[in-house]
């Protein structure tokens, strides 16, 4: 599960990054992506609707998150002590107004709306409450003005009846809600749209997004349900398990799995910086897939593709049609078939591969004589690790 925080403003995210040392994973658009820790990315959006439903958008497509969580400071519309944290249940924008048309104020056309609602409240609600954090619930008003008290405040609170009121958090709503992706929010009370002295307020900004956020990072922790992914990933996958510093070129049984057996065409020797390329790997995949699926056992096969770290391929296949001693021969005369195959690479177009100019069929066949080289009088007694 993949967790997005969505910040206006860089100083927000400052407390956090301290305390994680996040890493920069992009800032494209003026807009700096973080990831904070495995599963948490962050961002600063910029200030105001546009740039937070540009960002929400632009983040969702790059990331495709689970869940998005807008943090940040709002004015409040109650007389609430500065530094609260408030869960947001609904978001409303007071600046969209369509009323000549007779709509009523705050309604969102085309999605025909006034309320954007966060996700399961309820759920949020019971992590705040399991972290010992005092907050209270309530509404934001959201819209492109940096509200003061006066008669704009007022209009606003005898409108919508809101609890706080900021720039971004109805317009990054709007995006999850037309994206499908589930959103929720968390503010601190900066300043008191009811106070007289509202401009006197002492609001340490620095010091309530560092309280704020290790609210947030928690919760965060909480949504992703980090314990139960602790325990999927202790289970060792069983190719890990292989001692990759000692294994050599070659072919080996990897598992099996029922009736299909994983084999593993070790091309290369692991962790010594040779490693085939990307066109090796990729025209290898296309040649050796096809002559496999076109031979003569061609249902016994499964599947055959590269490994992620560029040393060598997985052939699947099914055991009932194919023993041990089949696959070796199999993967021999493939490999003699690819070296004496002069016609054009197969799926070198557009509309059959993903990436096709990145094909060679003098790359096939230079890594595939190299291998075919280490297994040439390979027997079905040395497919052992
Ligand atoms: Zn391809």
Do not use: F, K, R, W
């Given at each position: 599960m993949l967790i997005g925080l969505a910040y206006a403003m860089?100083?927000?995210?400052?407390?956090?990054l301290k305390s994680c040392g996040g890493r920069m994973l992009d800032d494209r658009s003026g807009m700096q992506i973080y990831q904070i820790?495995?599963?948490?990315?962050?961002?600063?959006?910029?200030?105001?609707k546009v740039n937070a439903a540009m960002s929400a958008q632009r983040f969702i497509d790059l990331y495709h998150p689970d869940w998005i969580v807008n943090a940040g400071v709002a004015g409040s519309f109650l007389d609430l002590p500065i530094g609260t944290v408030v869960a947001v249940e609904s978001f409303?924008?007071?600046?969209?107004?369509?009323s000549p048309m007779g709509d009523p104020v705050g309604f969102v056309s085309t999605v025909n709306q006034i309320q954007f609602k966060t996700s399961d409240f309820e759920k949020i609600q019971n992590i705040l409450r399991s972290l010992d954090v005092p907050f209270i619930t309530g509404t934001v008003a959201t819209g492109d003005v940096f509200m003061t008290p006066g008669s704009r405040a007022d209009w606003i609170k005898s409108t919508f009846d809101p609890t706080l009121c900021e720039m971004e958090g109805g317009a990054v709503a709007q995006v999850c809600l037309r994206s499908k992706v589930n959103f929720t929010a968390l503010k601190t009370v900066s300043d008191r749209l009811t106070s007289e002295k509202n401009s006197e307020e002492f609001f340490n900004f620095a010091s309530a997004m560092e309280a704020l956020n290790r609210v947030v990072l928690a919760a965060a922790r909480a949504l992703r349900g980090k314990k139960e992914e602790l325990n999927l990933l202790s289970k060792t996958i069983k190719s890990f398990e292989v001692d990759h510093t000692t294994l050599l070129p070659g072919l080996y049984l990897s598992r099996r799995d029922g009736d299909v057996s994983t084999y593993d065409l070790r091309f290369k020797r692991p962790n010594t910086g040779d490693l085939l390329t990307n066109s090796e790997m990729h025209s290898v995949e296309h040649l050796l897939a096809t002559i496999l699926r076109n031979g003569p056992k061609s249902d016994g096969i499964v599947y055959f593709g590269p490994m992620g770290c560029q040393t060598g391929f997985y052939l699947l296949s099914n055991s009932k049609i194919l023993n041990d001693a089949d696959v070796v021969q199999l993967v021999k005369n493939a490999c003699r078939e690819a070296l004496d195959y002069d016609g054009p690479m197969p799926g070198n177009s557009a509309r059959?591969?993903?990436?096709?100019?990145?094909?060679?069929?003098f790359d096939a066949k230079n890594a595939i004589f190299c291998y075919l080289n280490v297994i040439s009088d390979w027997t079905e007694n040395r497919l052992k690790y």
């Open positions: 860089e100083g927000e995210i400052d407390s956090l820790e495995p599963g948490i990315l962050a961002y600063a959006g910029g200030v105001g409303v924008q007071h600046d969209v107004d369509t059959e591969c993903g990436n096709y100019a990145n094909l060679s069929l």
